[in-house]
């Protein structure tokens, strides 16, 4: 991470800090510098913490706003909707005209009222004699 300094550079720029800072309060020194350079990386990486939440807290977000998009786009609610609405259709559509097989006559056709006899039917020994005619007679032969 060092920002184009290479190990000569490092080494002219100690040289000179020992030349005018002196041997004595070299570390000293050094002790600070390394505790700047840690606070600053300390603050970097807040700020790139902070960045990095933001941006899970967007997406959080998008992703809150896209299930309540998907709970409202219910495939089934869509689907059972149209059945609904077919069925409507299909109902009106039966009370404009009726079925094809319904156009029958409203009124049942009755037998006209002379042919009905209030008399009560003959008793089955009446009809038996009429039923039982002379017997064939059989050829032998």
Known sequence: MNPGFGAAELIIIVILALVVV??????????KAGRFIGQMRAMAR??????DELGREAELAELKKEVEALKKANPVSEVTEELRAAEADLKRSALDKPHPRAAAPAKPALPDEDLISHDPAPAPEAQAPAQKAAPKKRKQG
């Not at 041997?23 to 002790?31: E, F, H, Q, S, T």
């Open 46 to 51: 807040d700020f790139q913490n902070s960045f």
């Open 22 to 31: 002196g041997p004595k309060d070299l570390p000293l020194m050094m002790r």
